[in-house]
C-alpha cells in the first residue's frame, strides 16, 4: 500500500479562489476586507511567516496593512495600537505575530483584539464558541487540518482519532473540532503512556508536537488518515514534519506531504476567517 497524498497546496489555491470571488463581490458592496498585522521585532521565522500572509491577502483580492515595530516597542503602546485597530472599520480581522518579545504578555494582547476581528482564533471567546458550537472563528491550522479532511470526502462520524499535542493552537482546537463531527478523539502528550497502543487504534492520526518521527510506521494501522502538523529540520537541514513520511506512507491510506500539506492550509484559513469576518459586517 502507497497512501494517496492530501496535497495542501492544491486545496490551497481552490480556496484562495473562491475567497477573491467573495472578496470581488463584497467590493461591489464597497468593502474590502482587510487585515492588520502587527509584528514586534526581528524574528527571522516570524518575518517569513508575515511575508507570506500578507502577500495570500493581496493575491486574493484582501487587503493588508503591516505594522511592524522594533523589539523594544512597550506592552502598552501594542495595546494602544490593537485598540486603534478595533475601531477602525476598514480593518476586519487583527493578527499579532506570536511569538512576541518576553516583557510583553502575549495572552493580555490577544484578549484586546475584539473578538468579532480574532481571526487567528485564539481569544478566549473563539475558543469558548468552538467549545458550545457558537459562531465564532476557528485557529487556522486545526480549521485547515478539517478542510482537507472534508477535501477527500472522510465521513469521520464514529471513527477513532487521536491528536497528538494538546497545545492551545493546534491540539486541543483540533480534538474539538474532530468531536463536533462524531469522531470519538483521544488526546496524547508527554504524559501519555503507550502511544503507540493508542495510535494503532485510529482512523486519523493528527501529530501537532513539534518534534520530528513522532510517529513511525509500526505505529499505524493500515489505511489511516494522517495529518502531519509539525515543521522541523532533518539532518540535512530539510524541512520536515513530525511523522515519518517514508515509512509512514507505506501504511497510511492518506497522509499530508511537509511542506505542502497544512503549511499552505494554514495561511488559507486566515484569509477565509478574515473575509468572513468583512462578510459579518457588511450592512
Sequence with gaps: MTAQIIDGNALSRTLRAQVAVRATTLQALGITPGLAVILVGDNPASQVYVRNKVKACEDSGLR???EKYDATFSEADLLARVDALNRDPAIHGILVQL????????????????????????????????????????????HGCMKMLESIGYDLRGKHAVVIGRSN???????????????????????????????????????????????????VKPGAVVIDVGMNRNDEGK?????????????????????????????????????????????
Excluded at 493552537?169 to 478523539?185: E, R, S, W
Excluded at 513530525?242 to 497510511?252: H, L, M, Q, Y
Aim: with cysteine; net charge negative; hydrophobic share 50%.
Design 64 to 66: 493588508s496593512v503591516l
Design 99 to 142: 511569538p512576541l518579545p518576553a516583557h510583553i504578555d502575549a495572552q493580555k494582547v490577544i484578549e484586546a483584539i475584539s473578538p468579532a476581528k480574532d481571526v487567528d482564533g485564539f481569544h478566549v471567546a473563539s475558543a469558548g464558541a468552538l467549545m458550545t458550537g457558537l459562531p465564532g472563528f476557528w485557529p487556522c491550522t486545526p
Design 169 to 219: 493552537i493546534v491540539g486541543k482546537p483540533m480534538a474539538l473540532m474532530l468531536l463536533g463531527q462524531n469522531a470519538t478523539v483521544t488526546v496524547c502528550h508527554s504524559a501519555t503512556r503507550d502511544l503507540k497502543a493508542l495510535t494503532l487504534q485510529a482512523d486519523v492520526i493528527v501529530a501537532a508536537v513539534g518534534k520530528r518521527n513522532v510517529l513511525t510506521a509500526d505505529m
Design 239 to 283: 524541512l520536515c514534519g513530525d511523522v515519518d513520511f517514508d515509512g509512514v506512507k507505506t501504511v497510511a491510506g492518506w497522509i499530508t506531504p511537509v511542506p505542502g500539506g497544512v503549511g499552505p492550509m494554514t495561511i488559507t484559513m486566515l484569509l477565509v476567517n478574515t473575509l468572513e469576518a468583512a462578510e459579518r459586517s457588511a450592512p
